[in-house]
């Protein structure tokens, strides 16, 4: 190839918005624990882990697998704006956010102020937030993922439910610290087929700093 045509190449990249010089994604399939992937059949997916046990990148990754396969409507519901915006959809330099890690080619437009990720494959993501149940009256979805749900209200869970009947059948993902709130607990009811995966924080410690980890270990020694 002359360095003309690779320069002309590299140009049309960028001008599509793919940075030529990126390193190539590595499929989360090849990198994820068998914890963090959805079990083939699998309707609804629960998630419960410590912090930093890989739930939320999981999660993002599981919501994003569904919106690739096109003229999909997906909502996301978390406690707050600030957790829908920064920890579910934009992220903060973590990688574990939806838009940190889809490939920026896939992404038509991002909305940020109403929290709505359009998809050039014509699929369509919407953030909620807890805060606010009543936004989720009248829209509907096939897919849902619920972010910290035990931190979640009760009533904008049942509000995010009663929207979720798009199709023939309607998938969701539920990720969560494991403590007994009264969320989680009513989650855990109403979906005794579920698969439940769990994990520790430990479990992705090849993915943290170590200070952080020992801190950790110091904190919950012999509890």
Same mark, same amino acid.
């Given at each position: 190839? #002359?360095?003309?045509? %690779?320069?002309?190449i ?6 599509? &918005? ?5 390193? %190539? ?6 990198t ?8 083939? $059949? ?6 419960? =882990?410590?912090?930093? +046990? $890989?739930?939320t ?12 396969? &096109? ?10 704006y ?5 920890t579910c959809?934009?992220g903060? +330099?973590? =990688?574990? #956010?939806?838009?940190? /890690?889809?490939?920026?080619?896939e /992404?038509?437009?991002?909305?940020q ?11 369509? /993501?919407? $953030? ?8 989720? !009256?009248?829209?509907?979805? @096939? ?6 749900? $035990?931190?979640? @209200? /009760? ?8 929207g979720l ?7 969701s993902?539920w ?13 855990? +009811? ?6 439940? @995966? ?8 090849? !993915?943290?700093?170590? !200070? ?7 904190q919950?020694? =012999?509890?």
């Amino acid at each position: 190839m #002359s360095p003309a045509t %690779k320069a002309e190449i590299e140009e049309e990249l960028r001008r599509r &918005g793919i940075n030529p010089h990126k390193p %190539k994604r590595i499929p989360w399939e090849q990198t994820a624990r068998p914890e963090q992937l959805r079990p083939e $059949g699998c309707i609804d997916f629960i998630l419960l =882990g410590g912090r930093a +046990g $890989g739930k939320t990148r999981a999660a993002a990754e599981d919501t994003l697998r569904i919106a690739r396969q &096109g003229n999909k409507v997906i909502h996301i519901l978390a406690p707050t704006y600030k957790d829908v915006k920064t920890t579910c959809i934009k992220g903060v +330099g973590g =990688g574990s #956010s939806l838009l940190e /890690i889809a490939d920026p080619a896939e /992404i038509h437009a991002y909305n940020q102020t109403d929290l709505i990720v359009t998809f050039k494959n014509g699929s369509v /993501i919407r $953030g909620f937030t807890s805060e606010e149940p009543d936004r989720l !009256n009248g829209v509907q979805c @096939s897919h849902l993922w619920v972010d910290e749900f $035990g931190l979640c @209200s /009760i009533e904008a869970i049942d509000m995010a439910l009663l929207g979720l009947r798009l199709g023939d059948q309607v998938t969701s993902t539920w990720s969560s610290t494991p403590k007994p709130r009264p969320a989680t607990k009513y989650v855990l +009811g109403l979906y005794p087929d579920a698969h439940v @995966s769990r994990m520790r924080t430990m479990d992705n410690a090849a !993915n943290l700093a170590k !200070n952080f980890l020992d801190t950790v270990i110091r904190q919950y020694e =012999g509890t």
